[in-house]
């Protein structure tokens, strides 16, 4: 034995398995059946913006300085990260989303692949680049009018100038519509006052005001002329800058407060801003979408003011896209690193004398990890959906009040979905490595403290939901107002339209062949594996679900506020749930079209499998609401679990092959548990042992004397 | 407004209720209705060890300086915790199960109690303080002779001397009779030598090993006169102790490793330890159940090797105990917060000029945390009866191998139980407090961290519903046996004695008037409300899902073992869910049986309401299941969801009543977020725009204008 520190297990990274071996071990997975060509799927995965994917990765591998440092103070913490921000800023890849004519790339799409990747090296880094290019430079960029650009945008871009996103208030967070914040014009001046009136209009849980920064973008109610025109963002000096670059002292008029410690992400100075009666110049509302003249009078482009405020908050969306994408990333790092190690770790052995089993060998492991594994990969290609309609519409190429509409309610659905399965699959994978699970060296707990907040910034989960849920009711209100006005009315409507309306004006969705066959569910669930019974079921239940929930709130339309509000209130966990199933259905819509795409058969197949195993844990998770609703017979239902415990088997050979293909290596994944050390350790116990009864001086055991 | 730090969210907890406004408050909260006596009952959930449970409160609630400090260094965690532990060691509540002949009480139920209820101030003191004199000290107590007890208890219980419990190896965890680590007999010198042979052998996650412990039990393979007689426990001295007191080298042959920063509980210094060749005199192996004269041989009162191994561990449940009650609490406190939060903090107006909601006027709300409360109550109840249990076995007043057995089962099902709800408690409750709830103040992400690891040492969660199922399918195949061997056979049996057999056995059930009509279940469920409704459902499933996977196993007992393996690989899933079954009926029992003696009647109905919750929230939750097993009709299907929202509705105004009775003051809350500070911010932003609008300068709403 070894006494001094196990080699392998401190070595950790770097004894992982190779890009090379990863090649050779997919040849030798799965005896005669179909196999996972590793390097094509890993190639094919990266996805449209592949070189850029490939370079934030490989940028994260190479610089182990970027990696989470764990367990120091935030202090020290929230110092690397902006040292680390630094370090990125020259380099370009931070700034392809801005113009060209600034250094910029005019390239969101690429711009958000590698925001994303980020997360493997560490999250607070993401999250604080992305405050400050993703959200301060952005509202700049987005909110801004070419001139503000030019004068505002290279000090947020090359960080000369870190910026806050002063959105959020200590007394409202969802409801932005609502903030206290005020902006009064004060023509003498030509200036906006900036006022906190009281305490709940604190801006809060900005990253970048405890620390760092000395401007913010400030969101506060445009008052000119005696008329409030709603939520407008300002550009706001908010400290000095130090001779040394550092942020120094508020400025006069400003104020503010650490958030203080947070259960993740502290590489992020989060505080709280105050303003009292503090003056910008007028050319510092950000006036793209409205704007004030010398002599207070307002106009702009979009004369509603609700469509108004939401278009600017729209152009806030790449948060969210990154969000998806980010968490997307860290399931499959948390993945990769509990396969790997159940792979190789064994516990219990099924009879005396047998070798013990791997924890793959167990069903409830394969339960646990296995479809979480399909899930990832519905997500995946969801995500690289959302990225080509996110690049669609900020290039320019396809801008239209549908396409944002159809992006702001992807972006949602996927979002909520995403970041919820990141937090639930690392705890899982946690705990599927038992107290090893558990060390901050295996990664899990930490990934999974800095994503916790993912699920209610950037647009709270089930607030997102209720968005979607209610696009989902207004196409299907829309839908219906058109049928009733024509002859044949409500009830072809209700078996076609419904369904038609939910679906087919999402993107993702578009290509849905759905229940051209409604009537016919039940018949077609004869193969649960068949693509076109999967698709019915979860394009059926989402239909439905809007359907139900749609006549249900009708009633609200004509009432009173107060009885509008109960029905309301009745209908609220239904609206969560039907926003929910569409999610479900925009994922594994996303899995099956990109299925045909994937060049290699064998990968193809197992693949396929894996879908399955997706559509059927879906249709599983919600057999209830299949058996009340008469979609599935109670014989048919009684095969779903059976159907999905056969094929997690089936994949059973190649789940290694399976995360590897995400393309994160020893220096994304760093958990000494999935760095080979566990099998090293068993080889050592295994000759251990052998050598023991070769040398005739193993002990008897008691048990065997018992016996005899 | 205030432009300094506000002095009602600074002042915290001092500024919320004190129990004098709570008891005021009871008589305002429900209009009309029956409502909750809140001192009566928070009088009597104190349960059987009032004192001592009161005592131990007041203990953290006096004792600032033991509250958790956030955001520290690990070393400095470690120290402090330790610091704490020796505050505590002189005030005896500790020592509470230790003989009185040592200065302890004799009284293992009050001791559990005083260490639950430390969770409250830093789980990290709980589980640290726990691995002393709950598993170090426990061992020589339990495994020990009393002469070993009288010999080693003494340091042990004032701390002299710091302890590891080291039984875990880096390669086996729950299999702990597969461990490497030897133990030797060697006549010649009458002493035991320990020893690592191997990597995997290394003793690791041990609290106190990675700095504070100067001696360990250990649990190694007793090996003597060439004999592997299985693992038993021996008493190891590690680390030199300092003049100062303090842990000093490791003593010849010993070593260790850090296991470093973990997802939590960073008080507490786990680590590693392995051992080349260590000798440790004869009379050092704890000796209780086995025994090694001079000369070698080896005796032990318990014949089997197998049961003797089980004695021993089962020595060690009360760390399953204990971590059923704090999770537990853990879960009261999270709970208590986010509801009190929710009380008072309002979003989003349901129309234009019309106050915002609180949260808990959100039908989403109160389907996330109402349940929740109920399934408290519940786990509450149970782990009352899990303690009168354990005291029961270890007071000696009613110590059986059949009591044993009850006490193992039924805590092994109930810290599942409860460990994961409070993870999932106190995550839906830091999301339903949105960013302010992932600030560290608030508790909810740092209580979560440090109870991860509750869900798997201790016993993992998912091996000890194995070790449950198992149990319940044992006595479900010696009743099968019993009825095979009479006439009638079969057939009657199938009916009746599965579910006597699944659910006599175990205390908590054993009143549980369960199926006497069990084909009867699908007309009684007409009312879903009613108690014994409830019982058949809930009891009828344990007892069918039991007898399902029982029969689904029998083939198992005739095959080789490569078939019998695949055959259990088959119902491992089956097997969790049924244990998981049986947990919930435990908890609902224990509700259930606690009612009629909950001394106010108002009080009692408010009870009965949210035992109905939890009662059809568990039906909910396995609907599907009833269904396919006919045991609900769609009709009355279709009606769960329903009749928990209207019950939902119907505890609306008695849940801060129900949180507070709970009995955790300002002082353990210690959240700003539940301090009255929301309430006085929304006061003031009310108050100014009511001066605002009195004034006649407020600003008109373009909207307004537009619509004009």
Avoid at 97 to 113: E, H, Q, Y
Wanted: aromatic share 8%.
């Amino acid at each position: 034995m070894t006494t001094t520190s196990d080699p392998v297990e401190t070595a950790g990274a770097t004894a992982a398995p190779t890009a090379s071996d990863r090649e050779k071990a997919t040849t030798t997975s799965s005896g005669s059946g179909p196999r996972v060509d590793v390097p094509t799927l890993e190639h094919h995965l990266l996805g449209r913006w592949k070189e850029e994917r490939a370079q934030a990765r490989r940028l994260v591998a190479e610089h182990p300085e970027l990696w989470k440092r764990e367990g120091i103070a935030k202090e020290e913490h929230r110092e690397l990260t902006l040292a680390h921000m630094k370090q990125l800023a020259p380099l370009g890849h931070v700034h392809l989303a801005f113009p060209k004519r600034l250094g910029g790339g005019d390239n969101a799409g690429a711009n958000l692949v590698g925001f994303e990747e980020m997360v493997a090296a560490d999250p607070s880094l993401q999250i604080k680049a992305g405050v400050q290019w993703g959200l301060f430079a952005s509202a700049i960029f987005h909110l801004g009018t070419p001139e503000q650009q030019d004068r505002l945008l290279p000090g947020a871009m090359d960080l000369s100038v870190p910026g806050a996103f002063a959105m959020t208030e200590t007394g409202h967070g969802s409801d932005v519509a609502s903030i206290g914040t005020t902006a009064t014009y004060d023509p003498e001046t030509e200036e906006f006052v900036i006022h906190t009136p009281f305490r709940g209009a604190w801006k809060d849980y900005l990253g970048n005001a405890a620390v760092h920064a000395t401007a913010a973008t400030v969101f506060a109610q445009l008052v000119t002329n005696g008329v409030n025109h709603g939520v407008h963002c300002f550009y706001v000096p908010v400290r000095e800058t130090n001779p040394d670059g550092t942020a120094g002292a508020f400025l006069p008029g400003v104020g503010g407060e650490d958030d203080g410690q947070k259960g993740g992400l502290n590489g992020i100075d989060n505080g709280r801003l105050h303003f009292d009666h503090v003056r910008v110049p007028r050319t510092d509302l950000l006036a793209r979408y409205g704007q004030v003249a010398a002599d207070g009078s307002y106009t702009s482009s979009i004369d509603s003011p609700g469509r108004r405020f939401f278009t600017m908050l729209g152009a806030l969306v790449q948060g969210r896209v990154s969000l998806d994408g980010a968490a997307v990333a860290a399931s499959k790092i948390g993945l990769a690193i509990a396969v790997k190690y159940a792979a190789e770790r064994r516990q219990f052995a099924p009879s005396a004398g047998v070798e013990e089993l791997t924890l793959l060998d167990y069903a409830t492991h394969r339960r646990r990890l296995f479809p979480r594994i399909a899930e990832t990969y519905a997500s995946h290609f969801a995500h690289d959906g959302l990225l080509d309609l996110f690049h669609t519409v900020f290039s320019g190429e396809e801008d239209t009040p549908a396409t944002r509409e159809d992006l702001e309610t992807t972006a949602a659905a996927l979002k909520s979905a995403s970041t919820w399965f990141a937090l639930d699959t690392l705890q899982e994978c946690r705990e599927a490595c038992g107290g090893a699970g558990f060390l901050t060296e295996n990664r899990f707990t930490s990934l999974r403290s800095d994503l916790d907040v993912y699920v209610t910034f950037e647009g709270d989960n089930h607030v997102l939901l209720q968005l979607v849920a209610k696009r989902l009711v207004g196409e299907f209100g829309k839908e219906m107002a058109r049928a009733t006005r024509s002859p044949g009315g409500m009830a072809r409507f209700v078996v076609d339209q419904a369904v038609d309306a939910a679906l087919h004006r999402t993107p993702l969705a578009r290509a849905a062949q759905v229940l051209a066959d409604a009537g016919d569910v039940r018949r077609a669930a004869n193969n649960l594996r068949d693509e076109e019974t999967q698709r019915k079921l979860l394009a059926d239940r989402v239909a439905t679900m809007v359907e139900e929930v749609a006549m249900g709130l009708r009633p609200a339309l004509k009432a009173d506020p107060a009885v509008a509000q109960e029905i309301f209130d009745n209908h609220q966990v239904q609206l969560i749930e039907a926003a929910k199933a569409y999610a479900d259905l925009l994922r594994w819509e996303a899995f099956t079209d990109a299925l045909p795409k994937v060049p290699d058969a064998g990968t193809r197949e197992v693949l396929t499998w894996l879908r399955d195993i997706f559509g059927l844990t879906l249709v599983e998770r919600n057999l209830a609401w299949y058996l009340l609703h008469g979609r599935l017979s109670a014989t048919r239902a009684q095969t779903v679990t059976s159907s999905i415990d056969r094929l997690l088997k089936k994949i059973r050979p190649h789940v290694v092959d399976l995360v590897d293909a995400w393309g994160y290596g020893p220096e994304h994944l760093r958990a000494p548990i999935a760095s080979g050390a566990e099998k090293a350790r068993q080889d050592e116990a295994r000759d251990y042992y052998r050598a023991l009864r070769a040398s005739g001086k193993e002990p008897v055991r008691e048990k065997a004397i018992r016996k005899a």
